[in-house]
């Protein structure tokens, strides 16, 4: 089984794929990095709007790493996505050529924390079984602004059979630090999303007869945040490329 820190080396080299999957057992956690002036406003949205948002680590202004994560968060992500003036400026391997000594980075809960528990409850868990990226959404419900920071609240999605709908709401309950139970189950135009084919971010999936669209909120709200508040500068794990940290998940279950 490969370590999280063997993982990190493995990103550090250039290996720039998803990490649903990776290193049963241990943390992984979403990423934005802002500059210091940015990083109460980010805090605060964080606070105000815990289900996406839920804060599991904060560096020092300029810190490459953090005690959850003591790899070099410049390098040991598999990708990540530069905000310049809140327009995507691409997705790179390595972001050591934009940090800087005023930037905080922020460690957010990730939902792929607790598919081993789902997985183990008998509930599928789709992406990893197509080997694709998890499929995640812009919604149409604006989460609370903090400052200069506001946007949408952004979902990922499972397809779940409907008679495991009650399973995968109380095995993920048990999780909230890392989104919890599920924001909403069924009709995706609840949320404003027009076609579970066409997803914001990440891959689609198939939904099969019998079975229902679950959504999660997701830790990719802070770059929709991000997008629509338009700071000069921001850095954030590209999505479905999380930050694999010596966390354990038994730790994050309540």
Known sequence: ???????????????????AGW???HTQANLV???RDLAYDMLLFAQRNPK????LDVSEPGATSTPLFPGDLRTDLPAYRVYVDGDAAGDVTDVTAHWRDDLVAFLIGCSFTFEDALIAAGVPVRHVEQDRNVPMYRTDRPCRPAGSLGGPLVVSMRPVPAELVATAVRVTA????????PVHVGDPAALG????DRPDYGDPVEVRAGELPVFWACGVTPQAAVAASRP???????????AITDGRDADLHV
């Open 193 to 196: 999303i027009a076609d579970l």
């Open 1 to 19: 089984m490969t370590t999280p820190a063997e993982a990190r080396a493995r990103f550090r080299a250039g290996l720039a794929v998803p990490t």
């Open 52 to 55: 996406p948002c839920p804060v």
């Open 174 to 181: 048990r999780y909230p630090a890392v989104h919890g139970a």
């Open 232 to 242: 000069p500068l921001a850095i954030t794990h590209a999505p479905g490329h999380m």
């Open 33 to 35: 990095v802002v500059p």
């Open 23 to 25: 290193c049963p057992g």
